[in-house]
């Protein structure tokens, strides 16, 4: 949509509230809970460790106290799909966080932008460390 007027400056200000509001939306409905998310189960990632790009959206801090093997650390305050290769498009790419909370935006919107085999950790880290799966830290 684009707005303007023959000057083009009265425009301005309302098209930069709706371009914000756009945004807002955008953000919002990636964590509304509407829609499934797509899932893994830890007992079925974990004999694919190595395989899947994996990425931790939790902060640096919970990611160097135990983590999967292998995970990349990409805090959701940071995160962008502009960190990801064109050619991960077609790479099972597993979002986790602690509890499957904050996966569910990143998962949303990298499917949004094409990586439709982004999938989250069914039940997060909580979910690993209950089935006694192995970690790493530091």
Request: hydrophobic share 45%; net charge positive; glycine share 8%.
């Amino acid at each position: 949509m684009a707005l303007c007027c023959a000057i083009g400056s009265r425009a301005r200000p309302l098209a930069l509230r709706y371009a914000r509001a756009v945004g807002l939306l955008n953000t919002i409905r990636r964590w509304a809970p509407v829609g499934a998310i797509p899932e893994i189960e830890a007992r079925v990632l974990e004999p694919k460790i190595g395989g899947p790009l994996i990425i931790d959206v939790r902060t640096a801090l919970e990611h160097r106290a135990s983590r999967i093997r292998g995970a990349l650390s990409l805090p959701i305050h940071r995160f962008s799909v502009a960190e990801l290769s064109v050619d991960d498009r077609e790479r099972e790419i597993v979002i986790i966080c602690l509890t499957a909370h904050r996966s569910v935006p990143v998962v949303r919107m990298l499917r949004d932008h094409g990586y439709e085999n982004a999938v989250q950790l069914r039940g997060g880290m909580r979910a690993w460390w209950k089935a006694g799966l192995p970690t790493e830290s530091g």
